[in-house]
């Protein structure tokens, strides 16, 4: 986060992650991700809280499945949206299990 902002472009570029593989990760059109990665257009209301969750889901991930992200260089461009829906839905699945267990 960047001056109370969301740094998707610096976020992109941790998780070595295109602008099509952010959208998936979001559940989004690329070409809205596009408008909020290249600071064309500024996220409002529901739309940024349920893109916050994303940001905060893949801090999470990076924190603590340092294996799953950036995306390894091994995975083929054809397996790729699969891994990216993998790890966010591994990344989920742990989120949840670490809150039942509080």
């Known amino acids: 986060m960047l001056d109370g902002k969301l740094d998707w472009k610096g976020m992109c570029e941790a998780v070595s992650f295109t602008l099509t593989d952010m959208s998936l990760w979001c559940g989004l059109p690329t ?3 596009r408008s ?3 600071g064309k257009s500024i996220p409002h209301s529901i739309r940024y809280r349920h893109l916050r969750k994303c940001f905060d889901l893949l801090e999470w991930t990076l924190k603590n499945a340092p294996d ?3 995306v390894p260089i091994d995975v083929r461009a054809s397996q790729r949206k699969s891994y990216i829906l993998q790890v ?3 990344a989920t699945a742990a989120i949840s299990k670490e809150g ?3």
């Open 31 to 33: 070409a809205t991700v």
């Open 88 to 90: 966010r839905n591994y």
């Open 36 to 38: 909020w990665v290249l």
């Open 68 to 70: 799953k992200l950036p």
């Open 100 to 102: 039942a267990s509080e």
